[in-house]
């Protein structure tokens, strides 16, 4: 059984997670410059076997996109054309603030919680966990 891998997709950077083997649960794997993105993947699905891909998909509170929902599905277009496991989307709201929430509660330095992955990385974290708990 492949892997799933969690994608937090911003236009500087993207977070990354992934789930075990057995797809019981995910976690960090990083942040990469959104226009490294594609080669990271290409790279880590050499190495890995990998499934499927979650992509956050920000919204707003009503429902309606939101400044980041655009580039996002415009990202998701060119993984289509990269690769041909299936993509799967998950809603992202309030991701950035559950990661930080989580940061907080496992004792991380206010240094820790300013880089700026770090909440990308967890975020990710968060829509893929959020996806394995619906499957």
Known sequence: ??????IDYGL????IAVTDPLRII??????VPASRIISFLKKYCDTEPVDAFV???????DNTDTHATQPTRNFVKQLQKQFTQPIY?????????MALDAM???GTTKKQRR???SIDKVSATII????????
């Open 1 to 6: 059984m492949g892997r799933l891998v969690g």
């Open 12 to 15: 500087k950077r993207v977070g």
């Open 26 to 31: 995910a976690t960090p794997l990083g942040t």
């Open 55 to 61: 992509v956050g998909l920000p919204k707003k509170l």
């Open 89 to 97: 989307w998950e809603d992202e709201r309030f991701t950035s603030k």
């Open 104 to 106: 907080i509660a496992a």
């Open 115 to 117: 880089q700026k992955g």
């Open 128 to 135: 893929l966990q959020s996806y394995l708990a619906k499957v």
